[in-house]
C-alpha cells in the first residue's frame, strides 16, 4: 500500500520557521515529481512547490524566498523548510506525488496522484 506521511507541523509565532517532512513508503518515487500544497480553513487547497527528481523546482509566488522544497532519494523522503512565516501560512499542508512526471513540475493539484493526510501548520501573530 502506497502511503505518504508529513510530519513537523506545529505551532509557530510568526516570523518562526518550521521544516515539514514527507516519508512515502510503497513505492519508490524517486523518478518522479513531488510536491506540496496547503489548505487555509474555508478556502481552496493550493499549490505551495513542487520539485523534479533531480531537484528542480517551482514555487507559488506567495512563498517564494521563504519556503524551500527539498528531497533525499534515497529515503524516499520530501522536505518543506518554511521561514519567515507569516499568520497567513496557517493551513493544513499536504504531501503528493505526481508518477507520471518526472522532470517536469507539476502545479495543478488534478495531475499529482497520491496524497498525504496532511499535517497542520499554525502561525501566531
Known amino acids: 500500500q502506497v502511503q505518504l506521511v508529513e510530519s513537523g507541523g506545529g505551532l509557530v509565532q510568526a516570523g518562526g520557521s518550521l521544516r515539514l517532512s514527507c516519508a512515502a513508503s510503497?513505492?519508490?518515487?524517486?523518478?518522479?515529481?513531488m510536491g506540496w500544497f496547503r489548505q487555509a480553513p474555508g478556502k481552496k487547497r493550493e499549490f505551495v512547490a513542487a520539485?523534479?527528481?533531480?531537484?528542480?523546482?517551482t514555487y507559488a509566488d506567495s512563498v517564494k524566498g521563504r519556503f524551500t522544497i527539498s528531497r533525499d532519494n534515497a529515503k524516499n523522503t520530501v522536505y518543506l523548510q518554511m521561514n519567515s512565516l507569516k499568520p497567513e501560512d496557517t493551513a493544513v499542508y499536504y504531501c503528493?506525488?505526481?508518477?507520471?512526471?518526472?522532470?517536469?513540475?507539476?502545479?495543478?493539484?488534478?495531475?499529482?496522484?497520491?496524497w498525504g493526510q496532511g499535517t497542520l501548520v499554525t502561525v501566531s501573530s
Open positions: 520539485i523534479s527528481w533531480s531537484g528542480g523546482s
Open positions: 503528493t506525488a505526481d508518477v507520471r512526471s518526472y522532470s517536469y513540475l507539476t502545479v495543478s493539484e488534478r495531475e499529482y496522484d497520491y
Open positions: 510503497g513505492r519508490t518515487f524517486s523518478s518522479n515529481t
